[in-house]
């Protein structure tokens, strides 16, 4: 009688280790697909740039030719600038051709929201355009730019260069 009663007691302590171990893995697991599939994914807003010797038209060009470069990109995804992290929203057109709007949960980002500042300046025929890549969850600041030249090159090769120099922080940063 103690034989087997020994024997139901050794099983039933290696099912509860196995049961326990099993469940840790999932959960270990389950963590690791989450964080792997949200970090390929980068939210970014753009706030409108501050300037100074120039129209306010120069400057909001400057954001939208930045928008468009992001927008082209498959792993950064492009989301209004709001107030409250609760009406954080991802616009985009399904296969359908209609707008769909899905709102995004701040806590599934996992650090993946930046936010794009900038300033845009002029000195006599030169423009200025400085830009930082923020963390919007720590208010990190991930990575910096500045370049001159005249308005037509910044438009054109600058934000070129911008949105270069702010994908590689982004990729070097989610390496880490």
């Known amino acids: 009688m103690a034989v087997v009663l020994l024997i139901v007691l050794s099983r039933r302590l290696i099912v509860n280790k196995v049961?326990?171990?099993?469940?840790?893995?999932?959960?270990?697991?389950?963590?690791?697909?989450?964080?792997?599939?949200?970090?390929q994914r980068v939210f970014i807003s753009v706030k409108s740039f501050d300037f100074s010797g120039v129209?306010?038209?120069?400057?909001?060009?400057?954001v939208n030719e930045i928008k468009s470069k992001i927008n082209q990109s498959s792993f950064h995804n492009l989301v209004?600038?709001?107030?409250?992290?609760?009406?954080l929203i991802q616009e985009h057109i399904g296969l359908d051709g209609k707008f769909?709007?899905?709102?995004?949960?701040?806590?599934?980002?996992?650090?993946?929201?930046?936010?794009?500042?900038?300033?845009?300046?002029?000195?006599?025929?030169?423009?200025?355009?400085?830009?930082?890549?923020?963390?919007a969850n720590t208010g990190i600041k991930e990575a910096h730019f500045s370049i001159s030249?005249?308005?037509?090159?910044?438009?054109?090769?600058?934000?070129?260069?911008?949105?270069?120099?702010?994908?590689?922080?982004?990729?070097?940063?989610?390496?880490r």
């Not at 129209?55 to 400057?62: K, N, T, V």
């Not at 209004?80 to 009406?87: A, I, M, S, V």
């Not at 910044?154 to 702010?166: A, M, T």
Request: negative net charge; without cysteine; hydrophobic residues 40%.
């Open 55 to 62: 129209e306010p038209y120069f400057a909001d060009i400057i």
């Open 149 to 175: 030249g005249s308005f037509e090159d910044l438009k054109s090769d600058g934000v070129d260069q911008l949105i270069s120099e702010f994908a590689s922080a982004i990729s070097k940063n989610s390496l």
């Open 100 to 135: 769909h709007i899905k709102p995004i949960n701040m806590g599934h980002l996992f650090g993946n929201y930046k936010l794009i500042i900038g300033r845009l300046e002029r000195f006599s025929d030169q423009h200025l355009l400085t830009a930082k890549l923020i963390n």
């Open 19 to 39: 049961h326990r171990f099993l469940t840790y893995s999932v959960l270990i697991l389950s963590f690791y697909f989450q964080s792997f599939i949200f970090s």
């Open 80 to 87: 209004p600038l709001q107030k409250r992290e609760d009406d």
